[in-house]
């Protein structure tokens, strides 16, 4: 049984600095539009490439199919995670590893996984004014416009403390 999370209001700006950890999934596509860009470079030397090689990871995908998911990325055995959006306010949430050494990405991944299905528990949904989005109330955390299946991790960025305590701010994008 996994520890409990505890939520912790935290007001603090997005950090300037900070070890930028990559959490992206292939692209299954990308072999057949590299060749197709190819083809067309032949005949317009001057062609953009839009060839898009991974993409940001939904958090309805499994952590097993992240790049480099058995790689660890953060060799902290605790981390806080500052989370907040889709819904208002910022959060600080304190995650442990299962080992000592620290966070695979998949491990990482499954605790921002776990951590915003606790920000959706009890939530209630309904329908929204434009069809791209979902009313969603959380009794804790109040409203979104998103579900969870709709967010992708952006980005994350680990930033070490004074005393020694790592902190990681979680993008998130719809």
């Known amino acids: 049984m996994p520890d409990e999370l505890e939520f912790v209001l935290l007001v603090e700006p997005y950090p300037d600095d900070g070890a930028v950890v990559e959490l992206k999934i292939p692209n299954p596509d990308h072999a057949k539009a590299l060749a197709a860009y190819r083809e067309v470079l032949e ?20 952590a097993e199919s992240l790049i480099g998911a058995d790689e660890y990325c953060v060799e902290c055995a605790r981390l806080t995670l500052v989370v907040g959006y889709p819904f208002p306010g910022q959060y600080a949430v304190t995650v442990t590893a299962s080992t000592p050494r620290g966070f695979t990405r998949a491990e990482l991944f499954r605790q921002l996984v776990r951590v915003h299905s606790a920000m959706y528990e009890g939530a209630a949904f309904g329908p929204a004014r434009t069809r791209l989005n979902t009313h969603v109330e959380s009794p804790r955390f109040g409203t979104a416009w998103h ?12 930033q070490t403390r004074d005393d020694g305590r790592l902190f990681a701010w979680i993008a998130l994008g719809s």
């Open 147 to 158: 579900r969870l299946d709709d967010l992708v991790v952006e980005g994350v960025l680990v």
């Open 43 to 62: 005949r317009n030397p001057f062609a953009e490439n839009h060839v898009i090689e991974a993409f940001a990871p939904g958090l309805a995908h499994p």
